[in-house]
């Protein structure tokens, strides 16, 4: 069965620093494109980060580009968000997510439980 476990969210004032992290367990995730998303109330969710599982290419989010920084460590399964400069405007839910293109299925998303990120003014 598929896992992803996001930790190290929190309460933080702006200006401060988080570092995300999911762990991935029951695949192989290395060949998966994997991502950060994020929900603040009232709020659709919106894809923040993501990172490809060849050359590792990053993608980002307009609004936390410079700030924020993905990466992945293959061998152990894991996913990062590193925060800086936070701001109360990212004050959401985040959200791991992994992307498996599976032969003759098609797109199958898997999606952690999310973890909660407040930034106080």
């Known amino acids: 069965q598929v896992q992803l476990v996001e930790s190290g969210g929190g309460l933080v004032q702006a200006g401060g620093s988080l570092r995300l992290s999911c762990a991935a367990s029951?695949?192989?995730?290395?060949?998966?494109?994997m991502g950060w998303f994020r929900q603040a109330p009232g709020k659709e969710r919106e894809s923040i980060a993501t990172?490809?599982?060849?050359?590792?290419?990053?993608h980002y989010r307009d609004s936390v580009k410079g700030r924020f920084t993905i990466s992945r460590d293959k061998d152990k399964n894991m996913l990062y968000l590193q925060m800086n400069d936070l701001k109360p405007e990212d004050t959401a839910i985040y959200y791991c997510?992994?992307?498996?293109?599976?032969?003759?299925?098609?797109?199958?998303?898997?999606w952690g439980q999310g973890t909660q990120v407040s930034v106080s003014s």
């Open positions: 029951g695949r192989t995730f290395s060949s998966y494109t």
């Open positions: 997510n992994a992307v498996e293109l599976r032969i003759g299925v098609g797109q199958l998303d898997y």
């Open positions: 990172i490809t599982s060849g050359s590792g290419l990053t």
